[in-house]
């Protein structure tokens, strides 16, 4: 997993089972509410562009040109 965390500037590459993440080059760990708050914000905002984009090449899929 790779997701990008605009407002701290992170990567975060790894979520354990128990809550720990670990961010690029860091070892895992627990974030403060506020990284947690960030991490979903920026996880929110991916897959509603994913899912945005699905649609987009499923029904480009089916239209022809």
């Known amino acids: 997993m790779r997701l ?3 407002p701290m500037d992170a990567l ?3 979520v354990e ?3 720990r993440v ?7 760990r627990m ?3 506020q990284e947690r708050r960030a991490i979903i914000y920026a ?4 897959l509603a562009a994913l899912t945005e984009l699905v649609d987009i090449l499923e029904n480009a ?3 022809p040109r």
């Open 4 to 6: 990008y965390v605009e």
């Open 12 to 14: 975060v590459v790894d």
């Open 17 to 19: 089972a128990d809550g």
């Open 22 to 28: 670990r961010f690029a080059d860091e070892e895992p």
């Open 31 to 33: 974030p403060t509410l």
């Open 43 to 46: 996880a929110r905002a991916e």
């Open 61 to 63: 899929a089916v239209a």
